[in-house]
């Protein structure tokens, strides 16, 4: 299972744009990025998936390279309610294992 | 929809009970999974199904620890004897293998916080 890293923490304010890298370098070629976010005393709550290039939804958009060695969540316009652990996930879409995650915290 | 039922939603134990978590996945999904969560070591895969069948178990942490899916909708996971080290919030997740929807993704419990004095 490929592994992933991203940042432990993160700072933004209110109204900015966020963006989480994850490096996912020994990614292979069944796997599929997947990303959820984490609210405390919740269970995580999918956000976005992708396999390459860009995916868009209401939430969020995902960017994948070419080589698929990483991957870019990007979170528009946060508010303070954005505040949460985010984790990216790297595996087959029924096999995937969580990483220790990005604690996002939004300042107003 | 009602989502992914877990129960109970806080259990308190003495070392060495016999403890149960339950688990109702979402209508027609066909994956089901548990995770263990600690601070100390995030979140952990400890065994998941398919059809009701196990696929990989290797994340459970030893013999005290047992995993059955009797039918599509109930899954148990039960600790035999617990110790406090076992003290962690358990998820329930379900999934459809179904490619064909956009909205692709793990459907999470609300976890039971398990606590073993």
């Known amino acids: 299972l490929a592994k992933t890293t991203q940042p432990i923490s993160m700072d933004s304010y209110e109204g900015q744009e966020v963006n989480i890298t994850c490096s996912h370098n020994?990614?292979?070629?069944?796997?599929?990025i997947t990303w959820y976010q984490q609210f405390p005393s919740q269970g995580p709550r999918f956000i976005i998936q992708?396999?390459?290039t860009k995916v868009t939804n209401e939430v969020a958009s995902l960017f994948i390279p070419a080589d698929r060695k990483s991957s870019t969540l990007s979170l528009p316009r946060v508010s303070l309610s954005d505040t949460a652990v985010y984790y990216c996930?790297?595996?087959?879409?029924?096999?995937?294992?969580f990483g220790a995650g990005t604690r996002l915290t939004v300042k107003p | 929809d009602a989502g992914v039922i877990q129960s109970p939603r806080h259990e308190v134990t003495e070392m060495g009970q016999e403890v149960t978590l339950r688990c109702k996945p979402i209508s027609g999904h066909d994956y089901l999974f548990w995770y263990r969560q600690t601070m100390m070591r995030g979140l952990e895969l400890l065994i998941y199904f398919n059809n009701n069948v196990p696929i990989d178990d290797s994340g459970m942490p030893e013999d005290r620890f047992s995993a059955k899916m009797p039918n599509a909708s109930f899954s148990t996971l039960k600790i035999q004897p617990s110790e406090p080290r076992d003290s962690a919030v358990y998820f329930c997740?379900?999934?459809?293998?179904?490619?064909?929807?956009?909205?692709?993704?793990?459907?999470f419990g609300s976890g039971t916080r398990l606590t073993v004095v």
């Open positions: 020994n990614i292979a070629t069944n796997d599929y």
């Open positions: 992708g396999y390459k």
């Open positions: 997740a379900s999934s459809r293998s179904d490619r064909g929807t956009s909205n692709y993704g793990y459907t």
């Open positions: 996930l790297v595996g087959e879409l029924n096999d995937m294992r």
